[in-house]
């Protein structure tokens, strides 16, 4: 996307796009558009033009350092940088002991260490224009100014989606922003490690290192201890899935290894206060049905390959970050791994969620949506709270995307609703939801509940197979890729 960094390379980027325009507006106005009924035309010009840019030709390292650019910190919102130093491998040991209890069979990973992870401290501040500076002061300095306005004693920890390739809080800032100004809460959003560089579990590592730093800060922190039942974990997309594992993660943890030796103490592993979640990513393969039955509404496609040939992984042009030696096909993680509940929470046990806190889901009807709903129907039956929100006709992240509409803020509110209702004690681990999701229609005029049961039209025997022929299909592409390697080196 680096051509938008100048004026021309904006206007060829918009040039070269309005045949497509014109034929959205056209198609729209007649009301002869596939989305006809179910998305406006702001949000259906705005799918379109998302989608036409996502197409990924450059390689994989410059992709990840545009989507990475920091646009600066300005405007209502206060940000505090903060570095936790790095922890005993003990936190990496425990996200091992974790992976290898619920492991299926013969899941491959690499050992990825534990780093410094830097984190930012995030909060709304108000009554500054939108382009407003943030006031050179010391962090400690913007982390008490933050406190000022985020006054409750909840944290938010947050952790921004992108693939788990791309993507940074700075990109998430004005979202995150938002979550604290509709809950006062300070929000923690984390900077973990990116694939392929780091592939699984790396993410992993320093999400439940965030998490301790939280309950328990190391030296150099700016805050207090937070009681875990303070804590909501929160995020999006890649994101959401990174908090559904670390969920996962932490009640393993609880079995088999109680409590975690972090700078120089023994912190017991206890549950966060709730899960709140949108475009929750649960299936690494892509397989479920809703990624090619939804992809009309959403700017994210279904996997372009031919399921009739070898899997192979996209084709860019190769630089110092991937292909990665030996080869993968994904960015993620190893094949092998692809349906591990850390790396596919939708493909684990319903008994794995069991005990775990409320969690709220929301997400547009979108090409992750049946993935999201397995998660949610497999932790309902075991007796989790579980709160799903869908809106119709919006596509993945549409909250983040259409910040300052109103469809994204009824997700902000909803959001925000669940936060407060769980620090509140409204909503407890043992509090009965229904088993019925919430489906909002077109332009936020109609409410109707679907059953959870059947908002998903697969059993789970089904979902299961689609798992794993998406799965076999890929571990059979890497291994001719490994093939392929060996050959080459031999050469
Ligand atoms: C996967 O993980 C292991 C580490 O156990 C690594 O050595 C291996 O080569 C990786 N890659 C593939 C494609 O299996």
């Known amino acids: 996307m680096s051509k ?12 070269v796009r309005v045949p497509l325009i014109f034929k959205t507006i056209l198609l729209h106005a007649i009301r002869m558009s596939p989305v006809t009924g179910k998305q406006d035309l702001r949000t259906e010009l705005t799918v379109a033009i998302i989608r036409s840019f996502l197409v990924f030709s450059s390689p994989v390292g410059k992709q990840q350092r545009d989507s990475m650019r920091d646009p600066g910190i300005k405007g209502p919102m206060w940000v505090s940088k903060v570095t936790f130093p790095k922890p005993e491998e003990d936190v990496q040991d425990a996200v091992i002991k974790a992976i290898e209890d619920l492991k299926k069979g013969d899941e491959t ?25 943030q006031p050179d002061i010391s962090e400690e300095a913007k982390y008490e100014e933050l406190k000022k306005e985020a006054k409750e004693d909840m944290v938010i920890l947050y ?21 604290s100004k509709r ?27 965030a998490y301790l730093a939280l309950v328990s800060p190391p030296p150099g922190s700016l805050h207090e201890p937070v009681a875990p039942n303070k804590i909501i974990v929160s995020g999006d997309s890649a994101g959401g899935n990174l908090c559904l594992v670390l969920l996962q993660t932490l009640l393993t943890l609880r079995r088999v290894c109680p409590t975690v030796r972090f700078h120089g103490r023994d912190v017991p592993i206890e549950l966060p206060a709730g899960l709140a979640i949108s475009s929750p990513w649960c299936d690494i393969t892509r397989s479920m049905p809703s990624v090619h039955h939804n992809s009309v509404y959403d700017f994210l496609s279904p996997p372009t390959q031919d399921p009739e040939t070898a899997y192979r992984p996209l084709a860019v ?9 030996p080869p993968r096909v994904d960015l993620y993680t190893n094949a092998s791994a692809l349906l591990h509940p850390l790396v596919s929470p939708v493909a684990g046990r319903d008994e794995i969620w069991k005990g775990a806190p409320p969690v709220f889901i ?22 989790v709270p579980v709160i799903v929100e869908q809106f119709e006709g919006m596509p993945h992240v549409f909250g983040q995307v259409f910040l300052g ?23 407890t681990a043992d509090t009965p939801t229904p088993a019925k999701i919430t489906f909002i229609g077109y332009k936020l ?8 049961e059947t908002a998903v039209p697969l059993t789970d025997e089904e979902v299961d197979a689609v798992l794993e022929k998406g799965k076999q299909w890929r571990l059979e592409g890497e291994k001719l890729l490994e093939r392929e390697w060996v050959e080459k080196a031999k050469l």
């Not at 006062?184 to 290192?209: E, I, K, W």
């Not at 042009?317 to 030696?325: A, R, T």
Request: proline content about 9%; overall charge neutral.
């Open 405 to 427: 509409t109103p469809s994204s803020r009824r997700f902000l509110d909803d959001t925000a609703q669940f936060c407060r209702d769980v620090m509140a004690g409204k909503i």
């Open 183 to 209: 809950t006062s809460a300070r929000v923690l959003s984390v900077r973990y490690r990116l694939a392929p560089q780091n592939p699984f579990p790396a993410a992993l590592v320093d999400a439940l290192t």
């Open 362 to 383: 929301s997400m547009g009807e979108e090409g992750l949506t049946d993935e999201g709903l397995v998660v949610a129907r497999k932790m309902h039956r075991v007796g």
């Open 109 to 133: 990973y690499n050992i990825p260490g534990v780093t410094p992870l830097e984190a930012e401290w995030t909060g709304y501040r108000s009554g500054v224009h939108k382009n407003a500076p």
């Open 4 to 15: 938008l960094d100048n004026p021309l390379g904006l206007l060829a980027a918009i040039l």
């Open 445 to 452: 005029q109609s409410v109707r509940e679907i059953p959870l």
């Open 317 to 325: 042009p190769e630089d110092d970050v991937w292909p990665v030696k």
């Open 159 to 179: 952790l921004h989606g992108g693939a788990y390739f791309l993507c940074d809080p700075c990109t998430h800032r004005p979202l995150v922003a938002q979550l």
